[in-house]
């Protein structure tokens, strides 16, 4: 499934405070979303010790993110959500999450956890980072 599925879901959870975290992951997954790029680097940003690797449902969502920072639209990769899990964020190693669609309504975050992330580095999982 999409962008639009995804987007979808993370409404939902916005709307009802609540929600089926597994299922969300799964849209995540199997969605594509947009990764911003600056200066031939992906963008994150840090809070409370983990760096968060910032990802967008669509243009729409990156571009109001962009003008609430009072900057351009960046360039942007799309990706699936399951190469970022799998692959990016270990390769980032560290303590390493998702934010997806950051300063919208409907944004959420997909910490570096058991059950999002691989075990190797999950925060919450036996020897994460070894």
């Excluded at 939902?12 to 929600?19: F, Y």
């Excluded at 600056?38 to 968060?52: F, K, P, S």
């Excluded at 959420?108 to 994460?128: F, N, R």
Aim: proline share 5%; glycine share 14%.
């Amino acid at each position: 499934m999409g962008a639009g599925a995804l987007r979808v879901r993370l409404a939902d959870l916005a709307a009802a405070g609540q929600g089926d975290l597994r299922a969300v992951v799964g849209e995540f997954r199997r969605g594509e979303v947009l990764v911003p790029v600056v200066d031939d680097a992906l963008l994150w940003v840090e809070a409370g010790g983990i760096r968060w690797l910032l990802v967008f449902t669509d243009d729409a969502a990156l571009a109001r993110f962009a003008e609430a920072r009072g900057e351009a639209v960046p360039d942007r990769v799309p990706v699936y959500g399951a190469r970022l899990l799998d692959h990016v964020i270990p390769e980032v190693g560290g303590q390493v999450g998702i934010a997806v669609d950051a300063g919208s309504a409907a944004g959420m975050v997909l910490p570096p956890v058991a059950g999002i992330v691989p075990d190797s580095v999950a925060l919450d999982a036996e020897g994460a980072g070894a």
